[in-house]
């Protein structure tokens, strides 16, 4: 029997473990569980890290039934590899392996406030103030300012941090902590590609930065070790893979651009799930971005391999609008749904939707926007807003094509698509009529997992899965050429960005003159007088 490698896929709305054949790169079998969400405030989003683990250990055991139901030795199964939602940050105790908090998730918002008083604080009220070491913009997305919050108010994580209990993590971080022992000896660390999306990681040296964890007040001493994306971390020490080496890790997007192969300096990817996420390899130096994209470590395949570099733009809504439209508001009764009802409208009759709610992100990095629809009139139907929620992700992802374009000089010809939203034909088709390109989706969705296996197999120590150029996997791909001429979408494309205009602006975290402290100032101005608008690109 060929040699087998599994992933664990922990993505912001559901958790699965796949498994793969380490010389076809052929998905055997797998298992889904779904995550909940809970949204304690406005703009609050967390997640159960207990829950989160539970799903990891139900979909290994489920999956590993699944296998030998189809005669598969599971004992054949040489490495497990993590993939995770990146930024989410998780505080735990290292004593009783309890969490200290729930997990608060990449859109969380609750750190606006903090976030806006950190750039009012630098030179020039610069929100790119640190980006010569992060290449990230101040925000509420990444993790230290998340961070920052729990030491802040919850009294749990200070009491912890003060007798030298508390360990931080991203989700990667909890997960290979859990399965390598927990609290009896389990690993403390995570990979290049997760680090550099906490805004403490120096993406030049590598490290953990001592100024920038003064910067946001962290103590140096909660944070994980930081490692190679493929080398063996520890060992499962239960479930039915006890025993197995745990040997990759990579953030959810990094691992899309590795199972998509885009090993070459210039190849990019673009991930529908929960957010949108267009990675673009830059090779083994880091490209800033005078475009509102950002830069970011992609992955490093070994100790004493180079870190190779990524250029992206990220998007905060893209199947969360689907969920939107599903669980808020009824419209659609399944996630599949969407699909028959746009089909049926055919267009969106000039109705745009731009779903900010998490603000929005790039090219923007505005956390004041929020959500808005216009364009309505009487004969705008439940079918009409089907169709725009699913054109608003196809311009978000032209808008940050075209930042990625004009850094890089060197436009991309066509765009390497995944993740859970590219089953939807007609988005993928939506999306090749309004960039004007190929947009070429495998017919093996799962990239995501299958880079982390691909990690996790290539590392030494287990070597059953190479790398090189010559031995990658063929994958089966079709392609969706654009339908309409590019005049058609250029008109759509500046109705949107208008539309996006209006969405800017709208929230502050001023308070209001009433005595409750619940109201919130909007624009800063009296009602009725309109808010200047800001520049259309963000500042470099």
Request: aromatic fraction near 8%; include cysteine; hydrophobic fraction near 35%.
């Amino acid at each position: 029997m060929e040699p087998l490698v599994a992933a664990i896929d922990q993505g912001t709305s559901s958790t699965r473990f796949l498994v793969f054949n380490a010389k076809t790169a052929k998905l055997l079998s797998h298992h889904q569980v779904e995550i909940n969400q809970s949204f304690p405030k406005e703009g609050w989003v967390e997640e159960d890290p207990k829950e989160i683990m539970q799903s990891v250990y139900e979909c290994i055991e489920r999956t590993c039934e699944k296998l030998c139901q189809l005669n598969i030795d599971i004992s054949n199964i040489k490495a497990v590899g993590v993939t995770n939602q990146r930024e989410t940050t998780l505080v735990w105790d290292k004593e009783t392996g309890e969490p200290l908090y729930n997990a608060i998730v990449w859109l969380d918002l609750r750190t606006q406030s903090t976030v806006e008083r950190l750039i009012n604080k630098t030179p020039g009220q610069n929100k790119n103030h640190l980006k010569h070491k992060t290449g990230l913009p101040i925000s509420t997305y990444f993790s230290a300012v998340k961070l920052r919050w729990l030491l802040d108010n919850v009294d749990e994580v200070r009491q912890a941090v003060l007798s030298e209990r508390a360990m931080f993590g991203t989700v990667d971080s909890w997960i290979i902590w859990c399965l390598t022992g927990g609290k009896n000896g389990g690993v403390h660390c995570t990979d290049v590609s997760n680090a550099s999306r906490t805004m403490l990681f120096n993406i030049h040296t590598m490290n953990w930065d001592p100024e920038l964890c003064r910067y946001f007040d962290v103590p140096m001493e909660i944070l994980p070790k930081v490692r190679s994306s493929s080398e063996i971390y520890g060992w499962m020490k239960s479930s039915s893979l006890a025993g197995v080496p745990v040997s990759g890790c990579l953030g959810d997007q990094s691992a899309a651009l590795v199972g998509q192969m885009c090993f070459k300096e210039g190849q990019a990817k673009n991930t529908y799930g929960t957010g949108c996420f267009l990675l673009r390899n830059t090779g083994t130096k880091p490209v800033l971005s005078d475009h509102g994209l950002l830069t970011t470590v992609a992955y490093k395949m070994g100790k004493d391999e180079p870190a190779c570099y990524a250029l992206e733009g990220s998007v905060a809504i893209a199947g969360a609008v689907v969920r939107w439209l599903k669980d808020n508001m009824g419209i659609v009764q399944s996630s599949k749904e969407i699909e028959t009802l746009a089909a049926a409208a055919g267009s969106s009759y000039g109705c745009y939707f731009v779903p900010a709610f998490s603000g929005l992100y790039a090219p923007y990095w505005e956390p004041s926007a929020r959500g808005i629809i216009c364009g309505l009139t009487q004969f705008t139907n439940r079918n009409h807003l089907a169709f725009a929620a699913l054109e608003a992700v196809c311009f978000q992802t032209r808008e940050i094509l075209d930042a990625m374009n004009q850094d890089s000089g060197v436009p991309l010809k066509q765009l390497q698509v995944d993740g859970g939203m590219t089953s939807n034909r007609l988005l993928m088709q939506l999306q090749a009529d309004i960039l004007c390109m190929s947009v070429v989706r495998p017919t093996m969705s799962e990239t995501t997992a299958l880079g982390a296996a691909m990690a996790a197999g290539a590392a030494e120590g287990v070597e059953v899965w190479s790398l090189s150029p010559g031995n990658l996997p063929h994958i089966t791909s079709e392609k969706y050429e654009p339908q309409i001429n590019s005049d058609e979408s250029e008109f759509r494309f500046a109705r949107w960005k208008k539309a996006v205009q209006r969405a800017m602006n709208w929230e502050t975290t001023e308070p209001c003159c009433n005595a409750n402290g619940l109201g919130k100032k909007m624009n800063g101005t009296p009602w009725g007088v309109p808010p200047t608008p800001p520049p259309t690109r963000a500042d470099p």
